[in-house]
């Protein structure tokens, strides 16, 4: 796997522009995914979050380059294509960075298996979070299975995009 | 680049996080209280992020297509065998409904009955979905440029898909039948009674108010009532699949989940639903007004 021990003390700063970039530019590209529309039956309803997956990736590794104002931005833009209730992935994005900006030291300098056990409990709480928010703001009670199918899709695929995200990170980055 | 102090720099760190989380929870209750404060953004995003989800489409439904083609040649023998029989059934089904429409036609004529409007139709790409946001929409490339206008009818050559929420310039937002907003006025073809099919983000949206001890069974067809005349009246909406604790439930005829095109049905006459209006201040004037009644004196 991709995501091997990493010793990272101190964020190395990094001066080239593209590299700057990647992980708003990654993030934002997750947002456009989830909404393409993929003719697999029953797909619409049960897309994994990607951008859960993005954010947490980079949180962990570069939390620098993804700051609260980008999650923020991202966070509407997904809103505003996929037609949910204004702010609610932002929500969703910003407290996924307050959770795991305190955590991140045990997740650093981890291997993958800890960090997607990690992504897991992360993907729960925020399916759950997002099932009551949704809840709340249709005044209804809503398919909770739904939300559970959707989380376990959400975790089966972290893998593949931790994958990518470390490829693109150690090509357009180096070893930082 | 203005100069901050590093304890300025260090203060306005900490603070970004809480503030941006608490101004989303402000988003998500003034969204919610005002609908259509979001919406002329919603849209300009959308048009402008059209080009590329257009782009991005296309090869996704090229595969979509390449995967289709290849179950078909899988099941090339069944396939054919069904086709047949289906063939005969229709060519009989052809000759019954030519002599019932020569029926019709002269009927009409003889009770001077009002012709219905004409149909046109826009074929649109669906170029994304909801990407499982517990709303049930589609984005489609056709826009007010498309002549396409708010509240018309989305359909396939299957049945109804849904209706056009939101139009921009080159894309528009079609809510589903399926979604818990969807309220679509429709009739039991056997029956003939009238009742709303309501969805509730689940597969099968349900029928409410139909007049208590109506006969409906499991099998019945629903179609689109024309209501308020928006919608064209007669169009195949899906057939009558279970009772359950909450109702009727409808199964679509369309596959919702497998949408590549979309036709938009103009029903004519530009009756389409207009843009809500923001709630005014309006003072009170009920009371001067009772004396009023319009009669002619």
């Known amino acids: ?176 | 680049m203005i100069r901050l102090s590093p304890q300025m720099r260090g203060a306005i760190q900490r603070t970004t996080l809480p503030i941006l989380v608490l101004l989303s929870g402000a988003i998500i209750v003034l969204g919610k209280a005002d609908q259509l404060l979001f919406d002329s953004l919603r849209t300009s995003v959308t048009d402008s992020v059209e080009p590329v989800l257009d782009a991005l489409a296309r090869p996704l439904n090229s595969v979509g297509n390449v995967v289709g083609r290849a179950k078909l040649a899988v099941t090339t023998y069944q396939e054919n065998v069904r086709l047949q029989a289906e063939n005969e059934k229709l060519l009989q089904w052809q000759q019954t409904a030519l002599s019932l429409a020569a029926d019709n036609k002269e009927l009409r004529g003889l009770l001077k009955a009002v012709p219905d409007t004409a149909l046109s139709y826009v074929t649109a790409r669906v170029i994304a979905n909801s990407g499982g946001a517990f709303v049930r929409m589609i984005l489609i490339d056709a826009g007010s440029e498309d002549h396409v206008s708010r509240g018309q009818a989305a359909i396939t050559g299957e049945g109804l898909v849904g209706r056009l929420t939101e139009v921009g310039n080159r894309a528009s937002r079609v809510l589903l039948i399926t979604d818990l907003n969807s309220r679509i006025p429709v009739t039991i073809e056997s029956t003939h009674a009238a009742a709303v099919l309501a969805g509730d983000n689940s597969e099968r949206p349900r029928l409410l108010y139909l007049p208590a001890g109506d006969a409906v069974k499991v099998g019945d067809r629903v179609v689109t009532s024309g209501e308020g005349g928006v919608f064209p009246p007669g169009l195949p909406v899906g057939v009558v699949s279970a009772t359950d604790a909450v109702g009727l439930r409808v199964e679509p005829y369309v596959e919702l989940s497998q949408l590549g095109y979309v036709l938009v049905a103009d029903y004519g006459l530009a009756r389409s639903l207009p843009q809500p209006l923001p709630p005014l201040a309006r003072p009170s004037r009920r009371a001067k007004s009772d004396g009023d009644d319009g009669a002619i004196r």
């Not at chain 1, 994005?93 to 955590?103: C, S």
């Open chain 1, 1 to 176: 796997m991709a995501l091997k021990v990493f010793s990272i003390p101190a964020l190395p700063r990094v001066n080239n522009g593209a590299a700057r970039l990647l992980p708003v530019a990654t993030t934002l590209l997750a947002a456009v995914i989830s909404v393409l529309p993929l003719q697999i039956p029953g797909y619409a309803a049960l897309t994994p979050v990607f951008t859960l997956m993005a954010a947490y990736h980079w949180t962990i590794y570069r939390p620098d380059l993804l700051p609260p104002v980008a999650l923020f931005g991202i966070g509407l833009a997904e809103d505003l294509l996929a037609g949910s209730p204004m702010g609610v992935n932002a929500l969703l994005l910003l407290l996924t960075r307050v959770a795991v900006l305190g955590y991140r030291r045990y997740f650093v300098n981890r291997n993958f298996a800890f960090v997607w056990t990690g992504f897991t409990l992360l993907a729960a709480a925020a399916m759950l979070g997002l099932w009551g928010l949704h809840c709340v703001i249709d005044l209804s009670l809503l398919d909770f299975r739904n939300a559970v199918i959707r989380a376990a899709l959400t975790v089966a695929m972290f893998p593949l995009a931790s994958f990518m995200l470390g490829r693109a990170q150690r090509t357009v980055m180096g070893a930082g």
